[in-house]
């Protein structure tokens, strides 16, 4: 069975930076996503549409047709007493915010000094040319639940 809409396809992939750098990785299987419902980046879904159980494929795909260019205006500094523990603070933390417009973004703290915090909106993939290394393990069709909630259920990890 071909890669489709409404199809459901397991992968192994290996995701790395420009560098080299493998930023993400599956394996066995354990990567399954619903193929036309916006589940992974549009990049990575239009290359392997029309592919098959047991193809390979390397992508490159560019900040457009991923996580988007970095945008500077979702990085701000901001004082540290708007936190309720300003103790706890640490570089690296996430947490959620609504930007501008009220949508909700998911920030993370990239700085902490002299009492001021810096904080990033941007995906931290933003920006960057993504290089996936793919080997499609299995494509099914979608059930009529899936299809109602937008995803794939994988058996044992479903909760609604």
């Known amino acids: 069975m071909k890669i489709a809409d409404k199809t459901v396809v397991a992968l192994d992939y290996t ?7 493998i930023l993400d990785q599956s394996a066995a299987g354990q ?5 036309g419902a916006n589940n992974i980046i549009p990049g990575l879904e239009n290359a392997l549409l029309g592919k098959q159980s047991g193809d390979k494929l ?14 500077d205006e979702l990085t701000q500094v901001v004082p540290i007493d708007m936190f309720d523990s ?11 915010a609504q930007a501008t ?21 941007n995906h931290p993939l933003a920006g960057m040319d993504l290089h996936f290394n793919v080997t499609v393990i299995d494509v099914r069709d979608a059930t009529s639940e899936e299809l ?5 259920h994988m058996p044992g990890h479903h909760h609604h």
């Open 86 to 96: 300003p103790e706890d603070i640490e570089v690296g933390q996430k947490f959620h």
């Open 148 to 152: 109602d909630h937008g995803h794939v």
């Open 15 to 21: 995701l790395t930076d420009s560098q080299g750098q």
């Open 101 to 121: 417009h009220g949508e909700p973004i998911v920030v993370t703290i990239i700085a902490v000094e002299d009492g001021n915090v810096t904080i990033d909106g």
């Open 58 to 71: 390397q992508v490159v795909v560019s900040p457009a047709d991923g996580y988007g260019e970095r945008n």
């Open 31 to 35: 990567f399954a996503y619903l193929h």
